[in-house]
């Protein structure tokens, strides 16, 4: 079993930062690529940033330039560093990982249990 467990959420004002982070263990042969999502109260889930095994990354418009992503490959593990936060970016981020756990397989899409980004004065 693969599992995605998230931590750095919390309660920031605006202007603040925060670093999530998203480490992944369990069963793994291989992690391709890994990103960050979000979710807002009656709205869809979002990308926010992705970034390939080879350091390649790419973010939603609205998080350019405030946001990025990294990742450390000897701990399995993704961060994501938020900066000028902002209300609208109050919501419920998620860690995704695609991720073969035997040689010869095809990845799977793995998911973290989300962590609360709630940015207010």
């Known amino acids: 079993q693969v599992q995605l467990v998230e931590s750095g959420g919390g309660l920031v004002q605006p202007g603040g930062s925060l670093r999530p982070s998203c480490a992944a263990s369990g069963s793994i042969f291989r992690i391709y690529d890994m990103g960050w999502y979000r979710q807002a109260p009656g709205k869809q889930r979002e990308l926010v940033a992705h970034i390939t095994s080879g350091g390649s990354t790419n973010y939603a418009d609205s998080v350019t330039g405030r946001f990025a992503i990294s990742r450390d490959n000897a701990k399995n593990t993704v961060y994501l560093q938020m900066n000028s936060l902002k209300p609208e970016d109050t919501a419920v981020y998620y860690c995704?990982?695609?991720?073969?756990?035997?040689?010869?397989?095809?990845?799977?899409?793995?998911w973290g249990q989300g962590t609360q980004v709630t940015v207010s004065s």
């Open positions: 995704n990982a695609r991720i073969t756990t035997q040689r010869g397989t095809y990845p799977v899409d793995y």
